[in-house]
């Protein structure tokens, strides 16, 4: 939704006997979704195939996050063929699609590398939230919840970054009963985590936008004149904080809009960062962007709207513009544009700097400490507008 937009290494794995080539490491359910339900005289979706579904499933995104990783080692390698009987494994698709994956995901980590930036090791865990079957289909919900810690870390720099993904695998079984996974899909905001690929498909911009606050974009090379913080109306560090504590738990006390169909929640969660730090309710209209406001029970489009966030932002002079992305410190925001259609599609709070380096914290996909370098090169070609708050 634009206007209001909630928002190479290789290891052979064996799954239960079949050889399978995997690529290198709360969830809101869809309707009728139900832990395991089958129907009759479909293959059975017993518990032990349920934990087969999700140790393939933590073995495909181990495997990707792992290609990011120096050396390509996991910080612990999984069992995955202890305690299960039956079949399941990669469709040969699924394993050239995962390869190629693979592939990018190797290119990506070069892209990193150059620009400062190398993780040591890596831990990801797989959960599966639920499972829906229809006929020979089986479809599981799942949340990846990775860590990666950085090769090199100086000064106060963070140590680490994390992240949660929500994702759906398809599985099909054959006239024996045997399953192959056929087929895995972003279920939240794609392309916002540093192991997947994926962006949102390309909404066109629509007119009534380009009559409402134009933020300049910011460049995104290395080095630029540093513009410090010079203003003490906010509490930088209280939003900061708030945002590092909230990151993964959500604050019970406003809505979340990550689930299913909900349009994602990046821009609710940076709002609410911003408000512990100081930002006061400018109260009206929910659909005027002049006005600015949120709680449990109501909350304005310029709390929870990526562009109408903007409007308000250079309407209200709350925020100026920064010229280059590397410039922003401790509680500046930072929006993307993926698909550069001038419809922006992703808010993030920096909630630590070090070495020049800005990191930013977000949801939708929920991430902790994600360093600018990062998002640059692993999508060098969106557009990036900052914000000095």
Not at 370 to 377: D, I, K, N, T
Not at 381 to 386: C, E, G, K, V
Request: glycine share 8%; proline share 4%; hydrophobic share 35%.
């Amino acid at each position: 939704m634009k206007s209001r937009k909630l928002n190479g290494t290789r290891r052979r794995v064996t799954i239960l006997g079949a050889a399978a080539t995997s690529v290198v490491a709360g969830v809101a359910l869809l309707p009728n979704w139900s832990a395991g339900a089958a129907v009759l005289d479909d293959p059975s979706v017993d518990a032990r195939t349920k934990a087969t579904f999700q140790r393939l499933a933590d073995a495909v995104f181990t495997d990707r996050t792992n290609a990011l990783v120096d050396g390509g080692q996991a910080d612990q390698e999984k069992p995955l063929t202890d305690g299960f009987s039956g079949d399941v494994k990669l469709s040969s698709g699924t394993a050239r699609s995962e390869d190629a994956t693979l592939s990018a995901l190797g290119q990506r980590k070069e892209s990193l590398a150059k620009a400062g930036e190398t993780y040591g090791k890596a831990r990801t865990t797989v959960t599966l939230d639920a499972t829906r079957v229809t006929g020979r289909t089986a479809e599981a919900a799942v949340t990846e919840t990775t860590t990666l810690t950085y090769a090199q870390v100086r000064g106060d720099a963070p140590k680490t970054t994390g992240f949660q993904a929500r994702h759906e695998l398809t599985f099909k079984a054959d006239r024996q009963g045997d399953w192959q996974l056929t087929g895995i899909r972003d279920t939240g905001q794609g392309g916002l985590a540093v192991n997947t690929l994926s962006k949102p498909a390309p909404v066109k911009a629509t007119t009534a936008e380009d009559t409402m606050p134009n933020a300049p974009r910011a460049a995104t090379t290395r080095n630029p004149a540093a513009v410090p913080k010079t203003g003490t109306t906010y509490d930088y560090k209280a939003m900061a904080a708030y945002a590092e504590k909230h990151w993964n738990v959500y604050n019970k006390d406003y809505p979340d809009f990550s689930g299913h169909g909900a349009g994602g929640d990046c821009t609710n969660f940076v709002s609410q960062s911003l408000k512990s730090g100081g930002w006061k309710h400018v109260p009206g209209y929910v659909y005027d962007y002049t006005k600015w406001f949120g709680n449990a029970d109501i909350q304005s489009d310029s709390f929870v709207g990526v562009n109408e966030w903007s409007w308000f932002a250079q309407n209200s002079k709350r925020t100026k513009p920064l010229a280059n992305v590397y410039q922003l410190e401790v509680g500046d925001v930072l929006q993307m544009d993926f698909n550069r259609d001038g419809s922006k599609d992703h808010t993030m709070i920096v909630t630590s700097k070090s070495g020049g380096v800005p990191y930013v914290t977000y949801h939708s996909t929920n991430t902790l400490r994600r360093s600018v370098a990062s998002l640059v090169a692993s999508d060098p070609n969106a557009y990036y507008y900052a914000y000095r708050t």
